[in-house]
């Protein structure tokens, strides 16, 4: 069996617990034969993948097949080869003419400008015993030994090893790699060490202004782009300008420069909140839009004026109420308490009274005397 190696070659990147689809190529001459599958081991033999998890879809009349890995784990990560097999007399020969590089990427790491983050880097346990280092942009001669602000802890037990940063800067943000080296090979797992700077972005805008946030930005680097409550949320829930219906956002890029501006015109009540912006260095920031002041201005003298007009038509209504006068038959009506006058009415049963009748009121005197007949009533 003789392996015949070709030229096509296919970098993968996938993260981990995700599902990786594979797109193999192979000559047209060999579209007809059994398709092949295999992983290089430390020794560079192709050895073939057999794990449940990998599905080969296999078209026999097509010179391309696909190959799906899911639920990827870090034992995934390597060189794999994609070919297939033609069998003569005598020899069978293996054709292996797609080389793929499946790279490894565990979750963004977040950490605060001034504050700490732990960069966490899971290996398969077959290499407990392998050297293993953080390297920053992937390379070796960026190993980081900073003992001051670093320490290293494996955990051989959980097949981890975890690397602590303290006291940290804008110039700490960018690509990591998690790199465990063999004896012909340095297997790689990456992962990017996000940086929010200390200095937030405070803007207060009415609604219907435009406005123009500038993030920063390295072409190295994905922008970063998003509305929510934490800068975690960004790659899962929060929202992306590529995701956002609205014609008011737009994007300008200014390569050279460093910086991309996220543009929004014709504000709105709801575009407030807290927004993300950077690539690997973000910055936050708090938008706050609030209603034109000359139209809350207006509703307030709206309302004032009907508050007073409310208030005087009730003044009216009691003031003509309480001063009302009574007609012809109605009894008298009771003072307020502000005005009580207290009345005697002494009534006196003496034959020197029986002939006539008399009643006197007087203003100056709280006491009022009235004399009675049975038959006839006079006043005076």
Not at 205 to 231: I, L, P, R, T
Not at 311 to 319: F, K, M
């Amino acid at each position: 069996m003789n392996p015949v190696l070709s030229h096509w070659w296919v970098n993968k990147s996938v993260s981990v617990g995700d599902e990786v689809n594979i797109t193999c190529q192979i000559p047209e001459e060999h579209k007809f034969s059994p398709k092949l599958f295999c992983k290089e081991d430390e020794n560079h033999i192709c050895q073939t993948v057999s794990r449940s998890e990998v599905k080969l879809n296999d078209f026999s009349d097509k010179s391309v097949f696909t190959v799906i890995i899911s639920d990827v784990t870090v034992r995934d990560a390597g060189v794999y080869w994609c070919g297939a097999e033609t069998s003569h007399t005598d020899f069978t020969f293996i054709s292996l003419t797609t080389k793929v590089q499946l790279k490894l990427i565990i979750p963004e790491v977040f950490g605060d400008e001034g504050g700490s983050a732990q960069i966490i880097c899971p290996y398969d346990p077959i290499h407990t015993s392998k050297t293993k280092k953080l390297l920053k942009s992937c390379t070796d001669k960026n190993t980081l030994m900073e003992m001051n602000r670093w320490s290293v802890n494996d955990d051989m037990t959980a097949s981890v090893f975890s690397v602590n940063i303290t006291g940290l800067t804008a110039d700490d943000a960018g690509k990591y790699c998690c790199a465990v080296t063999l004896e012909t090979d340095v297997i790689y797992l990456y992962t990017h060490l996000i940086i929010i700077i200390k200095q937030e972005l405070l803007l207060n805008k009415s609604e219907g202004d435009n406005m123009s946030m500038e993030c920063k930005h390295h072409a190295e680097y994905q922008k970063v782009f998003c509305k929510a409550h934490e800068v975690s949320m960004c790659v899962n829930d929060g929202v992306s300008l590529q995701s956002i219906r609205d014609d008011g956002f737009s994007l300008s890029d200014e390569t050279s420069t460093g910086v991309f501006t996220v543009n929004i015109s014709h504000l709105r009540e709801e575009h407030s909140g807290i927004y993300w912006c950077g690539s690997h260095i973000i910055t936050k920031v708090h938008l706050n839009v609030i209603r034109d002041s000359s139209v809350m201005m207006m509703i307030i003298v709206c309302v004032c004026v009907i508050l007073l007009l409310i208030g005087g038509i009730a003044l009216i209504i009691v003031y003509n109420f309480r001063h009302k006068t009574p007609g012809p038959g109605s009894l008298p009506t009771i003072p307020s308490s502000d005005d009580v006058l207290y009345a005697a009415v002494r009534f006196h049963k003496h034959e020197d009274y029986l002939s006539d009748v008399s009643v006197t009121f007087s203003k100056d005197e709280i006491l009022t005397d009235y004399t009675t007949l049975r038959h006839n009533t006079r006043l005076n």
